[in-house]
């Protein structure tokens, strides 16, 4: 599995391990914000950096980047941990860019004595129209040129609370005409009155992500600091601050985020869709997030498996969801037990099979797992098969049943259609069948050769269960890149829910999270609403890419 060619991030650490760069250590770290649930994007970002730190002998920080009070709240913290837990990898440190406001706030008092920070009374508007064009210079502020002395108590009065929120801002002092316009003396604090998930009161000040994120690499020595492409033009003002301050260089290299095909993939975004209760919250298994997709049935190994296909990219792109279905379904197939589960029942009736008459036959688990054992199936006359199974005019390729078709029942016998009946409606209500005795599955002597196998389950034995069928939450590739309201694009059927289907009585035993193949159905999953007396199955995945047609 390791026989792919270097991505251009090991590349860049095998020549740095090379030549001895921080005596050839790799660190990394992910740095969420702790403002919603992770997504499959984020598993691409946890991936990579657990993944290189794996592989190269390395550690990966955790570090919740909760430098803004408004938006972050501890259960967010919780999930997120949870989520990366599950997805099979443990942080070396548990940190918080909150624990650094203190040290970030010496760094700028260190900034503004270098004559490198300035505060400013503009306002935020104030500030945008004199920051120029990526064509024109920027103009300077006013307040550009205060003393050191000054910007000192200004800067102190700001952390005392002495002012209203956007009263004042902390600037670096760069250049307003540089080419970069996130050079433009960008903003280090702002003031805002409001609480925090863990430092409470004690700061009105916050740092800005850009003077908050880099320094905290180079406090905690991260060597590798990987972020996503909209950050190539924060990285000159990322290496201005840790030189003017002399600390530790971190470095940080760009990838492509993840973006998958069907859905969306900002938190802000799904935060609506959960608000607005078009989802039934950040784990409704249409979701594209980790919570949802564990409880879809997608299992860790499965997402590091999509992680690993879609490989680093130095370009935006769209990434199909088929491919992260085919990861799910290859895992599936070699570990799942199959079983029968009638969706959408229509009876059938053996009329030569005595009434009453039972008999148990032995069903494998898993052809493609030796060692899956088997499990019973209870035969009777009385049977639900798939209603789609049947039909009364079947054109010459349908090798199910219709009238005079033979088809076999899998793992029983092979029966012949003689008749059927209809409800007043006009819907096919019975269908009546006569078997073949010797030709039960394992010991067939009939010499009959039918085309078709079909699942069914018998009548009086038969459980029954929710069963909750999805698909694409949205119903255009890239909602996100449309023009109006991405949630316009919903699709309005992606949740298919069936009330009472009918499956095997072995699966009365089943727990929540256990997987199963139903045959010719696809793969599915016991959802935790499940209670003791109902069952409640997701559909993880269909067993075939049925989107194309
Ligand atoms: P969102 O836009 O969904 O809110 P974010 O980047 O603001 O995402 P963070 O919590 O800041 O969310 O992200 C934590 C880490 O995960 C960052 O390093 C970020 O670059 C990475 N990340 C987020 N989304 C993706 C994605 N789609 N593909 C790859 N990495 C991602
Ligand atoms: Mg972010
Ligand atoms: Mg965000």
Request: proline share 5%.
């Amino acid at each position: 599995s390791e026989e792919r060619s270097l991505n251009f991030i090991e590349q860049i650490i095998e020549d740095d391990i090379a030549n001895g760069v921080n005596d050839g250590r790799v660190h990394t770290r992910f740095p969420p914000e702790p403002n919603g649930y992770l997504h499959i994007g984020h598993a691409k970002s946890i991936c990579l950096n657990f993944g290189l730190a794996n592989k190269y002998n390395g550690k990966t920080n955790l570090r919740f980047d909760d430098t803004n009070p408004v938006t972050e709240e501890t259960e967010y913290v919780e999930s997120i941990k949870a989520d990366i837990k599950w997805l099979g990898y443990q942080w070396a440190n548990e940190l918080y860019a909150s624990d650094y406001f203190e040290q970030l706030h010496d760094f700028a008092v260190a900034l503004i004595k270098k004559g490198l920070a300035y505060v400013d009374d503009l306002s935020a508007a104030e500030i945008a129209a004199l920051k120029g064009t990526p064509t024109e210079p920027g103009k300077n502020s006013p307040h550009r040129n205060r003393s050191v002395e000054e910007n000192l108590q200004l800067f102190a009065d700001m952390r005392a609370g002495k002012y209203p929120d956007g009263a004042k801002v902390l600037r670096a002092k760069v250049d307003m005409a540089h080419v970069n316009m996130h050079m433009r003396d960008p903003l280090m604090y702002r003031i805002k009155h409001a609480h925090h998930h863990r430092t409470g009161d004690t700061w009105c000040i916050y740092p800005m992500y850009d003077f908050a994120h880099g320094q905290s690499d180079s406090i905690e020595k991260i060597t590798h600091s990987i972020c996503t492409l909209e950050f190539i033009p924060h990285r000159e003002l990322y290496n201005w601050f840790i030189e003017q301050l002399n600390i530790f260089p971190s470095h940080q290299y760009e990838f492509a985020r993840l973006n998958l095909s069907y859905t969306v993939m900002s938190k802000r975004k799904l935060l609506q869709l959960v608000n607005e209760g078009h989802v039934t919250g950040w784990d409704d298994p249409r979701m594209p997030t980790l919570s949802a997709f564990r409880r879809r049935g997608y299992t860790p190994s499965s997402i590091r498996t999509f992680a690993e296909r879609v490989g680093v990219a130095k370009r935006d792109n769209l990434i199909e969801i088929g491919l992260l279905e085919f990861c799910i379904r290859e895992e599936l197939n070699k570990t799942a037990n199959r079983v029968m589960a009638v969706l959408d029942p229509v009876k059938l009736v053996i009329t030569n099979y005595p009434e009453g008459q039972t008999e148990d036959l032995p069903a494998e688990n898993n052809p493609e797992d030796p060692d899956s054992g088997h499990h019973n199936l209870t035969f009777s006359n009385t049977l639900y098969i798939e209603r789609e199974d049947f039909m009364e005019e079947p054109p010459k390729k349908f090798f199910r049943l219709g009238p005079g078709l033979m088809v076999r029942l899998k793992h029983a016998y092979i029966v012949k259609c003689d008749s059927f009946e209809k409800d007043a409606d006009g819907n096919v209500s019975t269908i009546f069948c006569s078997y073949i005795p010797e030709s039960k599955s394992g010991s067939d002597t009939s010499g009959i050769n039918v085309k078709g196998t079909i699942h069914w389950v018998s009548a009086a034995h038969a459980a029954t269960a929710e069963v909750r069928l999805y698909d694409r939450l949205f119903s255009v590739e890239n909602p996100a890149a449309e023009e109006g309201d991405f949630k316009s694009f919903i699709n309005p059927s992606s949740l298919e829910l069936i009330p009472q289907a009918y499956i095997e009585p072995f699966l009365l035993d089943a727990k929540v999270g256990d997987q199963f193949q139903f045959l010719r159905k696809g793969y599915f999953c016991v959802d935790p609403d499940s209670t003791p007396g109902k069952l409640v199955f997701n559909r993880t995945v269909t067993l075939k890419d049925t989107w194309a047609k």
